[in-house]
Nanobody
Framework: QVQLVESGGGLVQAGGSLRLSCAAS????????MRWYRQAPGKQREWVAS???????GYSDSVKGRFTISRDNAKNEVQLQMNSLKPEDTADYYC???????????????WGQGTQVTVSS
């Protein structure tokens, strides 16, 4: 089995910064793309950023220039540095990863349990 555990959420004032981390553990052979999503109260979950195993990144327009995604392949971790935070960034943030488990032949997508980010105005 594979687990993704997020950390780093909290309460911050508008204009501040937070750094989220997500650690993958379990019977992992290889991790492909890793992503961050977020879900605000009463809204659908939306994609925030992604990073390939080779380091290619992509960002939603709403966070481009303010958020930076990075990963440590040796530690099976992905981070999200969030700067210039706005009240509209308030949401539960979820980590997602494409994982090939040891002894398996199919890649599966796994989700973390989420970490809450609240930005006050």
């Amino acid at each position: 089995q594979v687990q993704l555990v997020e950390s780093g959420g909290g309460l911050v004032q508008a204009g501040g910064s937070l750094r989220l981390s997500c650690a993958a553990s379990g019977s992992i052979f290889r991790i492909g793309a890793m992503r961050w999503y977020r879900q605000a109260p009463g809204k659908q979950r939306e994609w925030v950023a992604s990073i390939s195993s080779g380091g290619t990144t992509g960002y939603s327009d709403s966070v481009k220039g303010r958020f930076t995604i990075s990963r440590d392949n040796a530690k099976n971790e992905v981070q999200l540095q969030m700067n210039s935070l706005k009240p509209e960034d308030t949401a539960d943030y979820y980590c997602n990863a494409d994982v090939l488990q040891s002894g398996r032949s199919e890649i599966r997508a796994y989700w973390g349990q989420g970490t809450q980010v609240t930005v006050s105005s």
